[in-house]
Nanobody, 119 residues
Framework: QVQLLESGGGLVQAGGSLRLSCAASGNIFSIKFMGWYRQAPGSERDLVASILSGGDTNYADSVKGRFTITRDSASNTVFLQMNSLKPEDTAVYYC?????????????WGQGTPVTVSS
């Protein structure tokens, strides 16, 4: 069974920075996809940024140039560095990981970490 542990959310003023972390644990053979999503009250859960096993990254237009996603393959951890935060970045941020345990596919979600940006 694969579990995710998220950390790093909190309250920050507009223009500030936060760094989110998500560590995957369990009998993981390989990870294909690691991503961060966010969900604001009354809104759908949307992709913020993702990184593939080969290092390719993808960002939502709203965060390009401000957020950076990276991963540490040795520890199965994904990071989201968030700079120049805006009030509209306020949401619960969820980590999502997709990969293999042995030859069996898995996909898991983190418990969510809240980010609040005050104006």
């Amino acid at each position: 069974q694969v579990q995710l542990l998220e950390s790093g959310g909190g309250l920050v003023q507009a223009g500030g920075s936060l760094r989110l972390s998500c560590a995957a644990s369990g009998n993981i053979f390989s990870i294909k996809f690691m991503g961060w999503y966010r969900q604001a009250p009354g809104s759908e859960r949307d992709l913020v940024a993702s990184i593939l096993s080969g290092g390719d990254t993808n960002y939502a237009d709203s965060v390009k140039g401000r957020f950076t996603i990276t991963r540490d393959s040795a520890s199965n951890t994904v990071f989201l560095q968030m700079n120049s935060l805006k009030p509209e970045d306020t949401a619960v941020y969820y980590c999502n990981v997709d990969g293999l345990v042995g030859l069996r596919h898995f996909e898991v979600w983190g418990q969510g970490t809240p980010v609040t940006v005050s104006s």
